[in-house]
């Protein structure tokens, strides 16, 4: 095990073992992100505040990106505070704040994701791309206060998270991006690990389950286009697929079990509240649509859930790094009315 990996395992376990910010009474995660991340800034350098701190309303706050960012000398271009750049404390103050903005499923998510960068760096030894599962960077908008509003965001290759908070509740926690390369880890001591099944298996049984009429409306003759980064909002066009009032009973079941995947990424009461508003809006106005390239190796395919209230958005057409195709997810839940508690 590399000196990375067995730093991440330790500060993960930190986080697990968890300080009293993430109790074992439920609290509204927004009052648990506040306490945290107000402890966390508060602890930070000069330097490190310059780097981690935004007014709440910087532009910087929607140019959100989950691909690497660096130079030609391989220094990092991604705006916030690195963990490589903070003492033990404050890297497990971090991995925290995460915690309390994820549910446990969603944290174990985020960090296998961040751990997969030890993979990548043994596969690509000679590759361009940094692999290190301390760059993941924190950025705070405005000043964590229970009577306040303000926004955070942890990023890096494959995860990024963000969340607007006022007065101790979460009123936005999108874009929420996870990927994962590989999306299933084929050999060596991790063999097995797949980071997000949850994006894959609900949707791969509702294609499966369609009749021939109903792929017709589902199938396009085009693969999805890459999830759009550093916007407010997603632009995904027009709704296209397979309406829900068009779906089986066992077919919205479906399809309300891959919504669930999503939105179990993120604490109970975020992830009840996001469903609560597709089922207020209607699931039989959620439209399924996906594109598939039978004829390649590992079967590429994209996918789209579109609704008034969510758009999710899904990508498995990359190989991996060790040349697996279709190997490679990319995977998000946006606000069709706008990300960052922002309105169009």
């Not at 706050?61 to 404050?90: C, I, Y």
Request: proline fraction near 4%; glycine fraction near 8%; charge should be neutral.
């Amino acid at each position: 095990m590399s000196i990375q990996r067995m730093g991440l395992a330790g500060l993960v376990l930190a986080a697990l073992a968890g300080a009293a910010y993430v109790s074992q009474v439920e609290e509204a995660a927004g009052v648990r992100m506040t306490a945290v991340a107000a402890d966390l800034v508060s602890g930070l350098s000069a330097e490190q505040k310059k780097a981690a701190v935004f007014d709440f309303d910087d532009k910087e706050r929607s140019n959100w990106h989950f691909v690497p960012l660096q130079d030609k000398e391989k220094a990092p271009t991604r705006k916030g505070l690195r963990l490589e750049k903070m003492t033990a404390d404050q890297k497990k103050l971090t991995l925290a704040l995460v915690k309390a903005s994820t549910s446990a499923a969603g944290f174990e998510k985020a960090t296998t994701i961040m751990s997969l960068e030890n993979i990548l760096g043994e596969l690509e030894k000679s590759g361009t791309n940094v692999r290190n599962p301390e760059w993941y960077f924190l950025s705070v908008f405005g000043t964590p206060d229970r009577n306040g509003k303000w926004g955070w965001r942890f990023e890096g290759h494959h995860l990024a998270l963000n969340f607007t908070v006022e007065r101790g509740k979460v009123t936005s926690s999108t874009p929420c991006f996870f990927g994962a390369n590989p999306a299933d880890v084929k050999a060596g001591p991790r063999k097995g690990v797949r980071a997000l099944p949850e994006a894959e298996e609900p949707a791969q049984a509702l294609i499966a389950a369609l009749s021939a009429d109903q792929d017709k409306v589902a199938r396009q003759k085009k693969q999805f286009e890459e999830i759009e980064q550093g916007k407010s909002a997603p632009n995904v066009g027009e709704t296209v697929g397979l309406a829900g009032a068009k779906m089986t009973e066992d077919q919205k079941k479906l399809l309300w079990k891959l919504l669930e995947g999503y939105a179990g990424r993120l604490p109970t009461d975020l992830a009840t509240a996001e469903l609560a508003r597709v089922k207020e809006a209607g699931l039989d106005k959620v439209y399924f649509a996906y594109a598939r390239e039978d004829d390649k190796q590992g079967k590429p395919y994209t996918y789209r859930v579109q609704g008034p209230t969510v758009v999710v958005e899904f990508l498995n057409v990359q190989a991996d790094a060790a040349g697996n195709g279709a190997n490679h997810i990319h995977s998000a839940w946006r606000n069709p009315s706008g990300d960052f508690g922002t309105a169009r």
